[in-house]
């Protein structure tokens, strides 16, 4: 667009013949300054669009902002370009010029050229008032995402050095100069915009046109190429600082600060995921970044060995990595399940359980019973804990928070957060299986090995009092219950052949 509002301008104010310029190839000339102007302001909205979902939704936008699919936007953006300039082919009516007397580019005085000089104004306006809002809710969003980051680090100071804080503030000041730039470029056309349509309204000096309407367009396309080169300068800066952020949230804590953390730490699973030593490789702050990058986005994908954070192929949606497993189900009482529903692993991994709510009373929980105690040897890092239902107080009820309203009830738990409920469903061991197979990438052990596996299981468990115990509901025989349906039934029985009597005898 730069391009065509500099050489052709030049061109004809320097011939001095305003028929040229109104001829097709001037108007073929206009068409194309129309085509880059949706082009460019489409592409500025689809820029604010990006940034905003990287920042309120940064795994998803890994999968969204693909390659594949950036060519694809950029593709759509031509081409809704190009069909907005259809009516330009009709350039008898239609089109816009640049006016070799005047120093503008101007419209057909025809009812077409009116209003397609109306549709790109308001076009104009609306587009740009969309990517200031986004913008706004972009510059909200990233103060929100700062104050939550130095929130963190500052619960941490003590770890901290100065330097550190010097890296946060770069990164800061990074990410403002990112949206400076977006928020920057809506603002110049906007002002575009009014001056193109608005300003030129003001007076009918040819050099005040001319600024208004060719020169403002110049400056504003350069600003904005200028803008991006100065933000794309400092890319290598943020990418540095990027890591180094990486690297400090990595080196936050010592192995002798963990050990600490753990100990005084109450509700925290006291399982390392390694053990501690002086045998580890110690390596600089910059191959620390290098590798969790790499672990992160890898260069090539392998669903067998890569272990990303995000599931790549949207194959199951939670992933149990806390390292605990049993022969035997966990048996715990209502008010200490409470507490343990409120433990959270120190470093951050998932921990998953499923449990059995059942009834001593109920003979659908003595049917599924024998296949809940199989779970355990079937599967690694999982919890299997059995919660006598039928014991819960008021202040313990699960029904209204977690939907356990009968006997047997089997959820999935993560991270103490009930997050699938087995359906109507066979009492089965294959529709426990299927529950948590679907919503985890956890895999049924199907190796067949006559040696015990040892137990793993946090010593916490045991303080808030589970056992390692099969689930057995023997259902209760109520006798006076008994006697009572059964007096109960004969006397229906009674009522309904007496009335039957009668109604007849009354016939």
């Known amino acids: 667009m730069l391009f065509c509002f500099t050489t052709w301008p030049v061109a004809m104010i320097l011939n001095q013949d305003n028929s040229l310029a109104h001829s097709v190839t001037g108007k073929r000339f206009g068409q194309c300054t129309i085509i880059f102007w949706w082009s460019c302001i489409i592409a500025h909205l689809a820029i604010s669009i990006n940034r905003y979902v990287s920042i309120v939704f940064p795994i998803k936008s890994y999968i969204w902002f693909t390659v594949p699919n950036t060519k694809y936007a950029i593709f759509c953006i031509w081409l809704i370009g190009f069909l907005v300039t259809i009516p330009y082919f009709w350039h008898d009516t239609c089109y816009v010029a640049f006016n070799a007397h005047t120093f503008q580019w101007t419209y057909a005085e025809d009812p077409c050229g009116q209003f397609l000089s109306l549709f790109d104004f ?41 330097q550190t804080a010097a890296e946060a503030t770069k990164r800061r000041k990074t990410e403002i100069r990112f949206f400076t730039q977006a928020f920057t470029q809506c603002i110049v056309f906007c002002i575009c915009l009014l001056s193109f349509h608005i300003f030129t309204l003001l007076s009918d000096s040819v050099w005040w046109q001319f600024s208004m309407v060719t020169m403002i367009w110049i400056l504003a396309h350069s600003l904005d190429g200028a803008n991006t080169i100065i933000v794309l300068k400092s890319t290598k800066m943020m990418f540095q600082t990027f890591l180094t952020m990486i690297s400090m949230a990595n080196s936050i804590h010592t192995d002798e600060q963990i050990r600490k953390n753990i100990e005084n730490e109450a509700n925290r699973f006291q399982v390392d995921p390694f053990p501690l030593g002086l045998s580890c490789t110690v390596e600089s702050s910059i191959q620390r970044a290098e590798n969790y990058f790499l672990e992160t986005c890898p260069l090539s994908y392998d669903p067998i060995c890569d272990d990303p954070i995000f599931n790549k192929y949207q194959e199951f949606e939670y992933r149990c990595r806390f390292p605990v497993w049993s022969n035997t189900v966990l048996q715990i009482n209502s008010s200490n399940f409470m507490d343990l529903i409120k433990m959270r692993d120190y470093y951050g991994r998932d921990w998953c359980m499923v449990v059995l709510f059942h009834s001593p009373s109920c003979p659908f929980s003595s049917r599924l019973a024998a296949h809940f105690n199989e779970i355990p040897k079937k599967f690694q890092n999982l919890i299997s804990v059995a919660v006598d ?9 699960l029904n ?23 359906g109507i469903k066979d009492l089965s061991l294959e529709s426990i299986k299927d529950l948590i197979t679907s919503h985890t990438d956890l895999q049924e052990i199907r190796e067949k090995n006559d040696e015990t596996r040892e137990d793993n299981i946090p010593e916490r468990l045991f303080e808030l009092g589970a056992k390692l115990e099969d689930v057995s509901v023997d259902v209760k025989e109520n006798t006076i219950m008994n006697i009572l349906y059964v007096l109960l039934c004969i006397l229906v029985c009674t009522i309904s052949e007496s009335f039957k009597i009668e109604f007849r005898s009354f016939l």
């Open 122 to 162: 308001i076009g104009g306006v609306i587009l740009c008032s969309f990517a200031f809002t986004i913008d706004m809710l972009t510059l909200f969003r990233l103060r929100e995402a700062n104050n939550v980051i130095f929130h963190f680090f500052g619960s941490l100071i003590i770890g901290i050095s100065t």
């Open 389 to 397: 239902a039928s014991d819960f107080t008021k202040s313990h009820r």
């Open 400 to 422: 209204f928070r977690y939907g356990v309203s009968g006997t047997p009830t089997v959820l999935l738990w993560v991270n103490g957060i009930g997050v699938a409920r087995m």
